[in-house]
């Protein structure tokens, strides 16, 4: 099994690195990773660790641990002491952790999916329905046998029922990234074992197996996925992001790209308004929003 910090990082992109350590930072340890100067890596779960070889004879001691509050580093190098800031050297480790957990499969591969032909007479709608979701997950790379049989059916009486496949006794975990972006919540839904990101309706359809706590949330983001495989992320604007964000409470939530944990307040936030005069005749009405534990302000935008 992948150790935790494993898994964080083998879905971080380039991009990703750049916002987390800076785009100058990110292509100097990326230098160093290319010129194999990383070397005795261990990861022990969420913790890993390391040799980098600069320049100087003697290579620098390099630590990263993901913790709930996000990646947490160390670095004996004179950059380091100085700044406490990540350098070039602890993003060479970074990038050799993530690239050593993306060698590593998580699973098998899966055999692909043949769609069946139609009869002379068409599909039904069940028919298409079902092999749309089947189409979607090998394209996702998911297992059919984690797809719930909706043509199930017990003659005529009308009433359909099934039992989840042999073998499959457990939940299928889920991991949600969330990027915030000025006006938008961009979501992207990870299957936790392959770690791949899969569209929200297909992660859905696990739930019909074994229903876990992310059902209503993966149900509001199934109403905005753009349906390609290729583009799991899903965007959540205005009132939608105020009816998802309650669902994700107590859930497996990470905002990018600094991978912290997504955590919930009890202090109730409480609007404030603050009046500015301009010119003697103009009135400008700032409003945001306080807790009353610290003097921190929120804004709308």
Known sequence: MAAPISDALATLSDRGFRRLLGARTFL???????????HDVQIRGSRATGNVRANEAKPFRVSVELTADGIQSRCTCPVFARSGQPCKHVAALLISVR???????????????????????????????????????????????????????????GIGAWLPPEGIDAAHPVEMRIHVRQGALTVTVLDAEARVAVLPSVALSWQALFPTGDREALRVLARFESGNPRHPAVDVRSEDVAELLPLLKDRKVLLEPALKQLRFGDD??????DLETVGGDTIIVKASFGRQSDDRRFSLL
């Open 28 to 38: 100097r340890g990326l230098e160093y990773f290319r010129r194999r100067a990383v």
């Open 99 to 157: 690239d050593h957990a993306r060698g590593q499969p998580a699973r098998a591969a899966m055999p692909a999916i043949t769609p069946t032909t139609a009869h002379a007479g068409g599909e039904s709608k069940r028919a298409r329905r079902r092999r749309a979701r089947l189409n979607a997950a090998a394209a996702a790379g998911v297992a059919s046998h984690l797809m719930a049989d909706q043509d199930a059916t017990a003659g005529q009486t």
């Open 268 to 273: 109730v936030l409480r609007p404030r308004f």
